[in-house]
């Protein structure tokens, strides 16, 4: 084996040592896309009943409904991410 040829198979392996496999990042941007399908739809919902109960005096009629709604479309969310991630996998 020529100095080339190691230094070539040294650098990458260090570069798989430092920065994971393709497969880890794929998998990290996958959470991050499943929290964000949860989270914003519960949180945008919630928030946006508050501003509607303080510019209507409905105390929490409109917080409740668009909190379960939000929770309807995260669940949605949910299962549309989890049904494409396997049919890619197919």
């Known amino acids: 084996m020529s100095k080339e040829e190691f ?29 964000f399908a949860i989270c914003l739809p519960i949180a945008g919902g919630a928030m946006v009943g508050v501003v509607i109960d303080r510019t209507w005096s409905t105390s929490p009629k409109a917080t409740l409904s668009l909190l379960f709604l939000g929770i309807i479309v995260s669940f949605i969310n949910l299962f549309k991410t989890v049904e494409t991630v396997i049919r890619n996998k197919k």
């Open 7 to 35: 230094e070539l198979e040294f650098s990458e392996r260090s570069k798989k040592k430092r920065f994971g496999s393709a497969a880890t990042w794929q998998y990290l941007g996958l959470i991050g896309e499943i929290g």
